[in-house]
């Protein structure tokens, strides 16, 4: 396992280092194809192709700052298929977070399904602490 956080003075980064490792891992996931866009506003956009997938079976979620779409496909158990060159598989596709994203809204038109991401002001915490005697209470 690499150590990408094995300094002295990064305290409590574990977590981070998890979630990168994990992240690694889904890189070389190719299905469904998917665009990261700039919005004007400063946040995002991320436009996954979904052709196939109905509303009901595509699921958006924020899990501890991680953005997880999964699409379950209902097909019809009594097709027959000649020929087979549309995917309609199973897939989850996940997003780092950073802090002070978060998902404003999600669509799908057209078999594409867009998720806005806006960046709100994170406040600086500045925090004194008392130094005490040394002696317990």
């Known amino acids: 396992m690499t150590r990408f956080f094995n300094s002295p003075f990064l305290l409590g980064f574990e977590n981070l280092e998890k ?3 994990r992240t690694a891992k889904n890189a070389g996931e190719g299905y469904p194809p998917y665009n990261i866009e700039a919005a004007e506003n400063g946040g995002l956009a991320i436009t996954l192709a979904v ?3 109905a509303r009901e079976e595509l699921g958006v979620t924020v899990e501890d700052h991680q953005l997880v779409i999964r699409g379950r496909s ?5 097709k027959r298929f000649l020929h087979r060159g549309i995917a309609a598989r199973q897939f989850l596709r996940s997003f780092v977070l950073a802090e002070g994203i978060e998902v404003s809204s999600a ?3 057209n078999g594409l399904l867009r998720v806005d991401l ?3 002001q994170v406040q600086p915490d500045v925090r004194v602490i ?3 005697n040394g002696e317990q209470p």
Do not use: N, P
């Open 130 to 132: 008392e130094i005490s």
């Open 107 to 109: 669509a799908l038109k």
């Open 118 to 120: 806006v960046r709100t």
């Open 74 to 78: 209902q097909e019809a158990e009594y």
């Open 51 to 53: 052709a196939g997938f």
């Open 19 to 21: 979630l990168l490792e």
